[in-house]
C-alpha cells in the first residue's frame, strides 16, 4: 500500500488514519521480525538469558541510546564487558578494581562518575527494593499511569546520594520531557509477541498502557503523516501520538513503534509536501 506523506498541522480525517493504520500493520510486519535484533540496541541484552542480566543490560543499553545507533551498540557492549559480561553478579559482587574500570567508561555526556551512580542506585533497588520490576510495577499500582510510574521509577533511583548532573539521565516527565529511553525499556521489558523481539518479561504492567518512545525519527514519520501536530518532542507529543496508535490497537499500541521508526531509518521515504 501506499501512503502519500505530508506535513499537516491539521486533524487527520478518519478515512485517512484507516488507509495510515494498514499502512503501518504492513510496516509492523516488516520490522517487528528477528531480523530487527541485528541492527538494533535490543541486541545487546539479547545476549543474555538470565532475567536480571537482561534487565541491567536493557537499562544501560537504553540509557545509552542516543547518538548514532553503531556507536550505542559498540558502547553498550563495552560497558557490559567491563561488567565481565554477567551485570547482575557485577552489581552484587563488584570491587574496587572493578569499578576503576568503569570509572572510565564515556559514552557522549555519560562518563564514568555518571555510570558509577547508576551502579550504586541499581544495587540499592535490587538490593534494598525488590529490584526494577518491582519498582516499576509498584509505581504502576499507585498511579495506573505510564507518566506516573516513570516518575516514581525516576524518585526510587534518584533515592541515594548523587551529584545534581546524574538527573539529566534520568528522564523527568514532570518537566516534560518525552522520556525515549525509558519508554523504549519499558517497551523491551513488557511487550511480547510470537516474534520475540521485544522480551515481556515484566506480566504486571499491560501493554495496552505503554507510550511511544518518540525521538527524531518516529516524530518526523508521526508529523508527515498527520499523526502528530505538535512540534517538540516532549511528553504533550507522546500523549498525542500515543492516543492515535491506540486507536489503531488498544491492546498493543507500541508495535507502531517499529513501523514508524524504521519508515525512516531504512526506507528513507522523502517526505512531500502538500
Known amino acids: 500500500m501506499m501512503v502519500t506523506f505530508r506535513r499537516s498541522n491539521h486533524m487527520t480525517k478518519t478515512t485517512d488514519l484507516q488507509k495510515i493504520k494498514l499502512f503501518l500493520d504492513e510496516r509492523v510486519a516488516c520490522y517487528n521480525r528477528q531480523e530487527f ?5 535490543i541486541q545487546v541484552p539479547h545476549q543474555f538469558t538470565k532475567k536480571e542480566d537482561i534487565e541491567i543490560a536493557a537499562f544501560f543499553t537504553a540509557t545509552l541510546s542516543w547518538g548514532q545507533r553503531t556507536n550505542i551498540i559498540r ?6 564487558e567491563m561488567m565481565d559480561n554477567a551485570p547482575h553478579d557485577f552489581l552484587y559482587y563488584a570491587g574496587d578494581n572493578d569499578l576503576s574500570r568503569i570509572a572510565q567508561f564515556v559514552h557522549r555526556t555519560f562518563n564514568g562518575d555518571d555510570c558509577l551512580f547508576f551502579i550504586h542506585s541499581l544495587q ?10 518491582h519498582v516499576f510495577n509498584e509505581g504502576f499500582q499507585q498511579e495506573e499511569a505510564i507518566e506516573g510510574t516513570l516518575q516514581a521509577f525516576r524518585t526510587r533511583f534518584l533515592s541515594i546520594p548523587h551529584e545534581p548532573r546524574v538527573r539529566k539521565h534520568i528522564a523527568d516527565v514532570s518537566a516534560n520531557s518525552s522520556a525515549k529511553r525509558l519508554n523504549m525499556f519499558l517497551r523491551w521489558m513488557v511487550r511480547h509477541d510470537e516474534n520475540e523481539v521485544d522480551f515481556g518479561l515484566w506480566k504486571h504492567i499491560p501493554t495496552s498502557a505503554l507510550m511511544l518512545p518518540l525521538d527524531v525519527h518516529t516524530g518526523n514519520v508521526a508529523r508527515a503523516l498527520g499523526l502528530l501536530t505538535r512540534k517538540q ?3 504533550k507529543a507522546v500523549e498525542e501520538v500515543t492516543s492515535i496508535l491506540r486507536t489503531f490497537d ?3 499500541p507500541i508495535k507502531y513503534d517499529y513501523a514508524l521508526f524504521g519508515i525512516e531509518a531504512f526506507e528513507g521515504i522523502p517526505f512531500i509536501t502538500k
Open 37 to 41: 535484533i541485528e541492527t538494533d540496541p
Open 75 to 80: 558502547n553498550a557492549k563495552r560497558l557490559i
Open 124 to 133: 540499592n533497588i535490587y538490593r534494598n527494593h525488590g529490584g526494577m520490576e
Open 233 to 235: 518532542n516532549d511528553w
Open 250 to 252: 488498544c491492546t498493543d
